[in-house]
């Protein structure tokens, strides 16, 4: 049980377009999911907060315009990279968090690269 | 706000070796300690996880310690084997809806 989907696993994509990528927890209802980056050989970076039916939580520093983060279910999350540009690319993951907050499962992570 | 400090950054062990990470946290509000273990290219997998009010709590070869007033907690592993080679993250929480902690990560290495 408690599993995390991403959609997609990788994306490629030009500079100026937008990409979105789904979070599903698949046999669970998740209040709350978070979005992370990570950079290669570094720690994951929190991005933002989403629960359901209310606006996204961004961390200092991460541009709420440029990653719109919707959570329309409890048990989908979407980010959209809007206007990607090549600094972008990274390795993008989520984390679902269970009922009453006792765990928190990840998904497998979206690769994106702008080119 | 809380801080997760983790060490070693990289640890290289003889396969049926143990290892041992180590991480401290900064807040006594933090009530809830998970591990996760990250192969190269996949998401962290929660591997095992400990709440405040228990001081040890183990999952056949995998065990994790927590000293409350100390403020540190430990991922043991034992009889290492190559599959284990990892990145593994530790992390503290605080409380539902919020989100974990991380340290920077240990990068075990287990050579046959």
């Known amino acids: 049980g408690a599993v995390v989907s991403q959609h997609p696993s990788w994306v490629i994509c030009k500079s100026g377009t937008s990409v979105k990528i789904e979070c599903r927890s698949l046999?669970?209802?998740?209040?709350?999911m978070f979005w992370y980056r990570q950079f290669p050989k570094q720690s994951l970076m929190l991005m933002a907060t989403?629960?359901?039916?209310?606006?996204?939580?961004?961390e200092q520093g991460v541009e709420k315009d440029k990653f719109l983060i919707n959570h329309a279910s409890l048990t989908l999350s979407t980010l959209t990279v809007t206007s990607a540009h090549p600094e972008d690319s990274s390795f993008y993951i989520c984390?679902?968090?269970?009922?009453?907050?006792?765990?928190?499962?990840f998904g497998p992570g979206t690769r994106l690269t702008v080119t | 706000g809380e801080n997760v400090e983790q060490h070693p950054s990289t640890l290289s062990v003889q396969e049926g070796d143990s290892a041992v990470i180590k991480c401290t946290y900064s807040?006594?509000?933090?009530?809830?300690f998970p591990w996760y273990k990250q192969e190269l290219g996949k998401g962290p997998q929660l591997i095992i996880d400990?709440?405040?009010?228990?001081g040890e709590k183990k999952d056949q070869r995998i065990a994790v310690t927590l000293n409350k007033t100390a403020k540190h907690f430990s991922l043991h592993i034992t009889e290492t084997q190559p599959e284990d080679s990892a990145v593994y993250f530790c992390?503290?929480?605080?409380?539902?809806?919020?989100?974990?902690?991380f340290g920077k990560g240990t990068t075990l290495s287990v050579s046959s």
């Open positions: 984390s679902a968090e269970t009922s009453g907050g006792s765990r928190q499962y």
């Open positions: 046999d669970f209802q998740a209040t709350t």
């Open positions: 989403s629960n359901e039916g209310s606006k996204a939580t961004y």
């Open positions: 807040d006594s509000a933090s009530n809830y």
């Open positions: 400990i709440r405040s009010n228990v």
């Open positions: 992390a503290a929480w605080e409380q539902a809806g919020t989100a974990l902690i």
